[in-house]
């Protein structure tokens, strides 16, 4: 069976990869969208961004994730960079613990700047240097979930967990657009003007008329 094109999907859902410079989100994301890796990347300038599509819960949904310079100087971007995002992923080095110290920053800066509703999970990513490891998977897990967010350890070097961890933001944004859908239908339904052959009274009570507009039986 021939693939769908590229532009057919039924949805597209922008993803943020945020963290410090040199943790690895340029090659998360060469690694997901490319199935590509380079231990000779360079520091991204700006912004860039990639996309690919892949089932849902049966839907096609394409993921158009987003990859930002972690250094300082280009944090005027914010604003931009956030919009319109519905998931995070949220990515430190296990093999520095600065990387991982500055995850507060990180989250602090997308609550300010994303949408409240953001899917937001964070990766221990290089976890093929365990013998490098400054941080445990416990201390990982343990911040997270003291932060209500998901939890993995990856490697894009070794593609460990990076295509769960899209997978993971993805259906669960999937989740919260369908709850939305049914509440807006359900709110839709409970508002609808009545249907043809409801009576209505329109008497003006307060001018104390007996009249009113009713049907016999």
Not at 85 to 93: N, Q, W
Not at 103 to 126: F, P, Y
Not at 171 to 185: D, R
Request: glycine share 6%.
């Amino acid at each position: 069976m021939a693939n769908r094109m590229d532009h057919e999907y039924d949805y597209l859902f922008k993803i943020v990869l945020i963290g410090d410079s040199g943790v690895g989100k340029s090659n998360i994301l060469s690694r997901f969208t490319r199935n590509e890796f380079s231990l000779d990347s360079k520091s991204t300038i700006g912004v860039e961004f990639a996309t690919k599509t892949l089932q849902v819960e049966g839907k096609t949904v394409k993921a158009q994730i987003w990859d930002t310079a972690g250094q300082e100087r280009y944090r005027a971007i914010t604003s931009a960079y956030y919009r319109g995002a519905v998931g995070a992923l949220l990515v430190y080095d296990i093999t520095k613990k600065q990387t991982f110290d500055n995850m507060q920053r990180w989250l602090h800066e997308l609550r300010d700047h994303a949408d409240s509703n953001i899917v937001v999970m964070m990766a221990g990513n290089k976890s093929d240097l365990t013998h490098l490891r400054a941080v445990s998977e416990s201390e990982g897990q343990e911040y997270a979930e003291k932060e209500g967010l998901s939890f993995l350890e990856t490697s894009a070097l070794g593609s460990q967990n990076i295509e769960k961890a899209f997978q993971t933001i993805l259906t669960e944004i999937y989740h919260i657009i369908n709850k939305k859908a049914l509440a807006a239908q359900e709110a839709t339904r409970n508002t609808a003007p009545p249907s043809q052959g409801t009576t209505i009274n329109v008497t003006d009570s307060s001018a104390g008329s007996s009249n009113t507009f009713c049907c016999s039986s």
